[in-house]
């Protein structure tokens, strides 16, 4: 199937002009959102049932805890929800989830993965669907809000030990932000043909004698969260390729717009936040630089392989084509969203890799729903400590001092994922009961379990479709990664946000590297190169390279 360049650059203009418009509108109200000091009467309701104090300001740790305490009931309560599905209302006769899938499915929800190793429309009734992972779809995103607009508030705040309330935090994300946008996402969806009913699943006789099920079901509404929060898992097992979840190019178009709509809107926030516009279009520079960049080399990847297979369109929808495939699988795997409309096992080689350096890249181009723009935060971070060494004075952010403490909760933010990704793999392809779970073999079937722990520990949730992840090996290694590599970087911004805000102003001289404009986003743009390629080289050239060589 051919890829036609002059489409793909239309498709990529339509959503620059319509993102393009609905930044700064969104950003302000982003903004406005998380320093309002207002509450609407569904929030003091859920406070006051809670018992939540909204006043009360917390302290980092304390911030911290609030979080992980969230999580882990929240895991714990879709766990037992999967277990006790027969029990439950709208279960469409389907029982006990296997506890080891309940287990994996329950992690990868929470934290905004979506890794689905189940068939979703064959195991799972509306019930847990919609009052299971629906909710956490909103939930998890909220938390992602949450995170980076504490870390903005340390670097904005001054001498002082707090970074504001969670709690308050969450529920604005998802009642005010995530909430409003899905219900009219979701009309667009089902005005471009996503289904949304209560119909379940009904069989046709066909008029050869032949019997056709025809799926149904609540589609639109988890379709829209499933894009907008960036979390990817979809309610049928072909994910965004089947044709109840993205009907056809309009659709599809949509999809892509709606991943893309708040982690481009947030620098925005981020430039209000701080009082000066120019950090926010720093940082839009460059997530929109590395997004145009991967959407052009994805397009070549696709057009210039010549093997029979993916020339004839193999794992490339047909309604939707290269260009669709092209423009879906760069914003899925750019950001945190997982969610695929084409078998990306069926990929070309070098297609397929380029998926998995975007997730290297720690998806900040632009990234999840929050998350994505406190990791570029925090690489910023590093760009300015090494300009700071190359002009010889003290690495500043914002005013903000860039010492030992800051780069070593930095070094290790680096660390995290590269470890989970490289060690779970290394781990999986020398224990022939776990690389039997990908028995491709050769280079592929390196590149399928590299891309599983890189998709895991990156929070992403799209898969190379030949692995088996059912098992209780694997299911436990992959929700390990999904949980430490949603977690322990969470930790370190936030520990990061207080050594921040209980810093002073420093007042910029005429010596401080100044943090915006095309030379810092260079430099930015140069030091999420230089990590990834130093850190995840060796194994790309013995998976997608290799093989790519041998095609």
């Given at each position: 199937?051919?890829?036609?360049?002059?489409?793909?650059?239309?498709?990529?203009?339509?959503?620059?002009?319509?993102?393009?418009?609905?930044?700064?509108?969104?950003?302000?109200?982003?903004?406005?959102?998380?320093?309002?000091?207002?509450?609407?009467?569904?929030?003091?309701?859920?406070?006051?049932?809670?018992?939540?104090?909204?006043?009360?300001?917390?302290?980092?740790?304390?911030?911290?805890?609030?979080?992980?305490?969230?999580?882990?009931?929240?895991?714990?309560?879709?766990?037992?929800?999967?277990?006790?599905?027969?029990?439950?209302?709208?279960?469409?006769?389907?029982?006990?989830?296997?506890?080891?899938?309940?287990?994996?499915?329950?992690?990868?929800?929470?934290?905004?993965?979506?890794?689905?190793?189940?068939?979703?429309?064959?195991?799972?009734?509306?019930?847990?669907?919609?009052?299971?992972?629906?909710?956490?779809?909103?939930?998890?995103?909220?938390?992602?809000?949450?995170?980076?607009?504490?870390?903005?508030?340390?670097?904005?705040?001054?001498?002082?030990?707090?970074?504001?309330?969670?709690?308050?935090?969450?529920?604005?994300?998802?009642?005010?932000?995530?909430?409003?946008?899905?219900?009219?996402?979701?009309?667009?969806?089902?005005?471009?043909?996503?289904?949304?009913?209560?119909?379940?699943?009904?069989?046709?006789?066909?008029?050869?004698?032949?019997?056709?099920?025809?799926?149904?079901?609540?589609?639109?509404?988890?379709?829209?969260?499933?894009?907008?929060?960036?979390?990817?898992?979809?309610?049928?097992?072909?994910?965004?390729?089947?044709?109840?979840?993205?009907?056809?190019?309009?659709?599809?178009?949509?999809?892509?717009?709606?991943?893309?709509?708040?982690?481009?809107?947030?620098?925005?926030?981020?430039?209000?936040?701080?009082?000066?516009?120019?950090?926010?279009?720093?940082?839009?520079?460059?997530?929109?630089?590395?997004?145009?960049?991967?959407?052009?080399?994805?397009?070549?990847?696709?057009?210039?392989?010549?093997?029979?297979?993916?020339?004839?369109?193999?794992?490339?929808?047909?309604?939707?084509?290269?260009?669709?495939?092209?423009?879906?699988?760069?914003?899925?795997?750019?950001?945190?969203?997982?969610?695929?409309?084409?078998?990306?096992?069926?990929?070309?080689?070098?297609?397929?890799?380029?998926?998995?350096?975007?997730?290297?890249?720690?998806?900040?181009?632009?990234?999840?729903?929050?998350?994505?723009?406190?990791?570029?935060?925090?690489?910023?971070?590093?760009?300015?400590?090494?300009?700071?060494?190359?002009?010889?004075?003290?690495?500043?952010?914002?005013?903000?001092?860039?010492?030992?403490?800051?780069?070593?909760?930095?070094?290790?933010?680096?660390?995290?994922?590269?470890?989970?990704?490289?060690?779970?793999?290394?781990?999986?392809?020398?224990?022939?009961?776990?690389?039997?779970?990908?028995?491709a073999e050769g280079p592929h079937g390196f590149s399928e379990v590299l891309?599983?722990?890189?998709?895991?520990?990156?929070?992403?949730?799209?898969?190379?479709?030949?692995?088996?992840?059912?098992?209780?090996?694997?299911?436990?290694?992959?929700?390990?990664?999904?949980?430490?590599?949603?977690?322990?970087?969470?930790?370190?911004?936030?520990?990061?946000?207080?050594?921040?805000?209980?810093?002073?102003?420093?007042?910029?001289?005429?010596?401080?590297?100044?943090?915006?404009?095309?030379?810092?986003?260079?430099?930015?743009?140069?030091?999420?190169?230089?990590?990834?390629?130093?850190?995840?080289?060796?194994?790309?050239?013995?998976?997608?390279?290799?093989?790519?060589?041998?095609?």
């Amino acid at each position: 199937m051919e890829l036609n360049a002059f489409a793909l650059a239309t498709q990529v203009a339509v959503l620059i002009v319509a993102l393009g418009a609905l930044h700064q509108p969104l950003g302000a109200y982003l903004a406005k959102t998380f320093t309002s000091h207002k509450h609407l009467a569904v929030e003091r309701g859920l406070y006051k049932l809670s018992g939540v104090d909204p006043a009360a300001d917390q302290h980092w740790k304390v911030y911290l805890r609030s979080l992980l305490a969230f999580s882990i009931v929240s895991i714990v309560v879709l766990f037992i929800f999967q277990l006790l599905q027969g029990l439950l209302p709208f279960n469409q006769g389907l029982g006990a989830v296997d506890p080891w899938v309940a287990m994996n499915t329950a992690v990868s929800f929470v934290t905004n993965t979506n890794w689905q190793t189940y068939a979703p429309e064959s195991t799972l009734g509306f019930g847990v669907q919609m009052l299971g992972l629906a909710v956490q779809n909103f939930l998890s995103a909220a938390v992602g809000l949450a995170v980076v607009v504490a870390l903005i508030r340390g670097l904005v705040r001054a001498e002082t030990a707090t970074l504001g309330n969670f709690w308050v935090d969450l529920s604005r994300g998802a009642i005010r932000v995530l909430l409003p946008i899905s219900v009219v996402g979701a009309v667009v969806l089902m005005i471009t043909g996503v289904v949304q009913n209560w119909g379940g699943t009904d069989i046709h006789t066909l008029v050869t004698g032949a019997q056709q099920t025809v799926p149904g079901g609540p589609v639109a509404s988890q379709e829209v969260i499933k894009l907008l929060g960036t979390n990817g898992g979809g309610y049928f097992n072909a994910n965004s390729a089947h044709p109840f979840e993205n009907p056809n190019a309009l659709s599809n178009l949509f999809e892509v717009f709606l991943i893309l709509l708040i982690p481009f809107s947030l620098p925005a926030m981020y430039g209000r936040l701080v009082g000066d516009k120019r950090q926010g279009y720093t940082l839009l520079t460059v997530m929109a630089a590395f997004w145009l960049i991967s959407t052009a080399l994805m397009g070549w990847a696709l057009a210039a392989f010549s093997g029979t297979g993916t020339s004839l369109g193999e794992g490339i929808e047909q309604r939707l084509g290269a260009n669709g495939t092209a423009l879906f699988a760069t914003a899925t795997t750019l950001t945190s969203t997982g969610a695929v409309n084409a078998a990306h096992d069926s990929l070309p080689p070098l297609a397929g890799g380029l998926g998995m350096v975007n997730m290297m890249l720690g998806e900040i181009a632009p990234g999840g729903v929050g998350s994505g723009l406190y990791g570029l935060m925090v690489l910023s971070v590093v760009a300015v400590f090494i300009g700071g060494l190359m002009v010889g004075r003290t690495p500043e952010m914002l005013g903000k001092k860039v010492g030992a403490a800051q780069m070593k909760l930095v070094a290790v933010y680096i660390l995290v994922t590269p470890t989970l990704v490289l060690l779970g793999t290394a781990i999986t392809v020398s224990i022939p009961a776990l690389s039997a779970a990908a028995p491709a073999e050769g280079p592929h079937g390196f590149s399928e379990v590299l891309y599983a722990f890189t998709s895991a520990a990156n929070n992403n949730g799209s898969a190379f479709g030949g692995i088996t992840s059912s098992g209780p090996g694997l299911a436990t290694m992959l929700a390990l990664a999904m949980f430490f590599g949603r977690f322990l970087p969470i930790a370190l911004v936030l520990a990061l946000a207080g050594s921040f805000a209980k810093q002073r102003k420093i007042p910029n001289t005429a010596g401080t590297l100044a943090t915006h404009g095309p030379l810092f986003a260079v430099l930015l743009g140069g030091v999420c190169l230089v990590l990834t390629a130093l850190t995840y080289f060796p194994a790309l050239a013995l998976g997608p390279a290799a093989e790519g060589l041998l095609k």
